[in-house]
């Protein structure tokens, strides 16, 4: 079946550092790939997408390419600020769309 | 416009007893889903609707969940004799349609059973 692997947390982090957040999946077909955030008290949002090999999803200063060959999807930001401390969720879609298969979730703390 | 909506936002329950989780979706979307985010077993899925009906049910954790949906709208989530376990933060979700998977998310409805 899918699954999807991120890195476990807390990542903690100054303001204005480089940050990474490593996702790779299993999955048969062609699945289409997400990172979600969750902001303390809020509901999950979706932060981006790559729905092919090879795809770009940005948003928000944060972007991750979709990579076949490595099946990953690493979430990155070249200069964190405090206000994206959360929860990172990576998830994927299988081929018939009815759900996501989501990673763990990683906690980001970004510290003035 | 709205966003998808879930009632109540805090549910607190003795075990033993049923309770009813409430989604309304965004309007139009045709898809709705539910999963269930807990401590133990990170964000779950339980049930998807096409339309009014479930194809794929396989996420149900027992049978005491079942869940409903009527009108291609309003979704029920049902919970029959609660334990413990089925402590969780219970959200629904919908999509335009299935394909393409752009989900957006109710901000939950966490249960308490005590």
């Known amino acids: 079946g899918n699954s999807v692997t991120q890195m476990e947390g807390p990542v903690t982090l100054s303001e204005e550092a480089f940050l990474t957040i490593n996702c790779t999946y299993t999955?048969?077909?062609?699945?289409?790939l997400f990172w979600y955030v969750q902001y303390p008290g809020e509901g999950l949002q979706l932060l981006l997408k790559?729905?092919?090999?090879?795809d770009k999803g940005s948003n928000k200063g944060f972007e991750a390419t979709y990579r076949k060959e490595t099946t990953s999807f690493h979430l990155e930001k070249g200069s964190v600020q405090v206000s994206d401390s959360a929860v990172y969720f990576c998830?994927?879609?299988?081929?018939?769309?009815?759900?996501?298969?989501f990673g763990g979730g990683t906690r980001l703390m970004v510290k003035p | 416009g709205a966003g998808v909506s879930q009632s109540p936002s805090n549910k607190v329950t003795e075990k033993g007893k049923d309770v009813e989780l409430r989604c309304d979706p965004i309007?139009?979307?045709?898809?709705l889903y539910w999963y269930r985010q807990s401590l133990g077993q990170g964000l779950e899925f339980l049930i998807y609707?096409?339309?009014?009906?479930?194809?794929?049910k396989s996420g149900l954790p027992s049978d005491r969940f079942s869940a409903e949906r009527t009108g291609g709208s309003v979704s029920t989530l049902t919970i029959q004799r609660t334990q413990q376990e089925d402590s969780a933060v219970y959200l629904c979700?919908?999509?335009?349609?299935?394909?393409?998977?752009?989900?957006?998310f109710g901000p939950g409805t966490r249960l308490t059973v005590t």
């Open positions: 609707f096409q339309g009014n009906s479930a194809p794929d």
């Open positions: 309007s139009g979307h045709t898809a």
């Open positions: 979700a919908s999509s335009l349609t299935p394909q393409g998977g752009e989900q957006y």
């Open positions: 998830a994927l879609i299988n081929n018939a769309g009815n759900m996501l298969t």
């Open positions: 790559a729905t092919k090999a090879d």
């Open positions: 999955a048969t077909g062609y699945p289409s």
